[in-house]
């Protein structure tokens, strides 16, 4: 090193001592924007995008935050984030389904607007439309699961009968009437946030996730028997032996079917 | 030195020219940033759609596409292939900035410069040190990171600090704390660091300068001749280094300004008050022989 330091003449060591100022400067200003570039990836969970969005990492790579977007829907719905606020990345377009929810344009106004591709102008179909997914977070609060026919979440959905049914089930609370629970299927919800907005409790019990929270997954391994039996046409393991079933009746432990002994005494307020 | 030394600057060209004579680019260059603006404003104020977007991408009477090539470029990097219209709309800009001056994007457009030189009008009031000086060439260096940061991070990484499409956004869309960052941005024009932002440090300025290198619109030390050593072209420049090589050239050296730095703000001709310099094409290298109007004799009166 100092070898080298005699033979410099001052000005190259001059431009070198400048060049090595900057470039340390640099790393530690770009270190600092690349922490906030990191931070400006956690996307909140009640904060939509618009449809067709890219994945998050490559839709921070490609929305150049133009609001074009924001401007071409005809209901509202989309905002761009406000720098300081808690939310998406500053300037990004996101919907909050509670407040103005999508409303699923037939012809995607948005998706046509946008000039970079950040909202995929593959999606032609806004069924097929992906902004999370519709999960009945508050069983206990909903009004369906408590026995009422409420089925507001299930009227308004645009793809109603697909992405949200009724399913009956018996009530155990009341003992003879029907419970109807709203059941999204992922593979329908399009996440447009139109059930959430209308959720008549003070706080909706239907909320839109995002996938990644919304979701399970299945591991890559795992076989459903009855539909591998189907495909098949026939039992997978040939001669499995059949053992007899055990009926309910006097010699089994389930004794309170016909036939079955009675208990020897019955608690004071028991049914039946 | 002869008293004229202690007029204010530009105080002689409003004498010579009058105040309008003396203010005329300014006057169009603030009309010019009021009218860019306003063509996005009319849209969420009266409805009149016009222009839609920011200054990041817009559309234009439904038919014309602009696009931020450095914003563009980020987004490259960043590793996403933009769509055929944002691609378009860099193009048009990047060909009409190539050809007018890249740096007429910093003083004929940017909401950013208004409020810098606000900051240096009253940095020059209250008469304030020039403080911290960082070499102009850091600008160039602050692009080259935020390139880099975009490439490592895989996001648009200066934007999420550009003060001058937060500022935009922040007018056209509503501002937040959009705002702080301006304040930010004149405070430290205004304390700690005379022309600090748009001079030296804008990585956005670096890149419009780079873009206009080989422009063609310039500004000529056509008259140089005439020049009297009054130094108020200097004093009002925003970008004073450029105007040496072209002012003080020997004969035979070209008076026009080529640095790519020059902003074409057009300032200098205003507050020359005889008139040294013209805008003209780069290729224009005629010099006014006046000998009458020479250094010595302008002093000597
Ligand atoms: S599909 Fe329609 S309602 Fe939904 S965000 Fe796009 S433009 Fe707005
Ligand atoms: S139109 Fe596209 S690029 Fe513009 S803000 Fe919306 S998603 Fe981003
Ligand atoms: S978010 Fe709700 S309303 Fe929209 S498709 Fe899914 S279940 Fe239906
Ligand atoms: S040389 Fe003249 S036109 Fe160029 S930046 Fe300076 S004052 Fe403006």
Redesign the interface.
């Known amino acids: 090193m100092s070898v080298t330091t005699h033979s410099m003449s001052p000005q190259r060591r001059r431009f070198l001592i ?1 060049t090595a100022r ?2 340390g ?2 790393a530690v ?2 270190s600092a ?2 922490y ?3 931070d ?2 956690a996307l909140p969970a009640e904060a939509l995008r618009p449809p067709g969005a890219l994945d998050e ?2 839709f ?9 977007c ?3 829907c005809p209901y509202g719905t989309l ?2 984030a ?4 808690d939310g998406p ?3 990004t377009p996101y919907f909050t389904a509670r407040d103005v929810p999508c409303e699923m344009c037939d012809d995607i106004p948005c998706v046509a ?6 909202l995929d ?1 593959a999606l032609d179909d806004i069924d097929d439309a992906k902004m999370g997914t519709a999960v009945l977070v508050d069983q206990e609060n909903c009004l369906n699961f408590l026995g009422l026919r409420c089925d507001v979440c299930y009227r308004v959905c645009p793809v109603i009968d697909k992405a949200i049914t009724l399913e009956a089930s018996h009530n155990p609370r009341s003992g003879h009437h029907a419970l109807f629970a709203p059941t999204v299927h992922a593979d329908h919800c399009t996440g447009c946030g139109v059930c959430e907005k209308s959720c008549v409790l003070p706080e909706a019990a239907i909320k839109v996730l995002p996938a990644r929270l919304a979701r399970g997954s299945s591991a890559d391994h795992y076989r459903k028997g009855w539909e591998e039996k189907d495909a098949k046409g026939a039992p997978l393991v040939e001669g499995i032996i059949d053992l007899p079933d055990r009926l309910p009746g006097p010699g089994t432990d389930n004794l309170a079917t016909p036939g079955g002994f009675e208990p020897a005494f019955k608690l004071p307020g028991a049914s039946q | 030195m002869s008293a004229r030394t202690h007029l204010a600057v530009g105080q002689e060209a409003i004498e010579a020219k009058g105040w309008y004579g003396a203010h005329r680019y300014l006057i169009l260059r603030r009309a010019s940033q009021v009218f860019f603006l306003l063509l996005f404003l009319l849209g969420p104020w009266f409805g009149i759609w016009w222009v839609t977007g920011n200054l990041a991408g817009s559309r234009s009477f439904d038919l014309l596409p602009l696009t931020d090539p450095l914003i563009l470029l980020q987004s490259v990097v960043a590793g996403h292939l933009p769509g055929l219209t944002a691609l378009i709309g860099a193009a048009i800009v990047v060909a009409a900035y190539a050809l007018i001056g890249g740096r007429v994007y910093c003083s004929w457009v940017c909401p950013i410069n208004p409020v810098t030189d606000a900051a240096h009008w009253l940095h020059d009031k209250l008469g304030l040190p020039k403080g911290w000086q960082p070499k102009r060439a850091t600008r160039y260096w602050i692009l080259g990171t935020v390139l880099a940061v975009s490439a490592l991070t895989g996001t648009i990484a200066w934007e999420l600090l550009n003060p001058i499409t937060m500022l935009h956004r922040g007018l056209v869309f509503g501002m937040g704390f959009a705002w702080a960052l301006v304040a930010a941005v004149f405070l430290f024009d205004l304390v700690v660091s005379r022309r600090g932002w748009c001079g030296h440090l804008c990585p956005v300025s670096a890149f419009y300068g780079l873009l206009g290198v080989k422009s063609l619109l310039r500004v000529s030390a056509v008259n140089r001749a005439a020049c009297d050593d009054c130094m108020d072209c200097f004093a009002v420049c925003p970008e004073n280094q450029v105007i040496s090589p072209a002012l003080r050239g020997k004969p035979g050296q070209s008076p026009v300004i080529l640095s790519p730095d020059c902003t074409n703000c057009g300032r200098c001709i205003d507050v020359c008050s005889v008139d040294v310099f013209a805008f003209t094409h780069r290729f224009d290298t005629r010099v006014t022989e006046t000998p009458a109007a020479g250094r010595t004799e302008q002093t000597a009166a």
């Open positions: 400048d900057m470039a400067g640099c200003a770009g924007l690349a906030l570039a990191r400006a990836r990492e490559a921070l790579s490609a929305c150049i935050r133009c609001g074009l924001v401007r071409d905002s761009l406000d720098l300081g606020e990345a500053t300037g607007a946008c000039p970079t591709g950040a102008p």
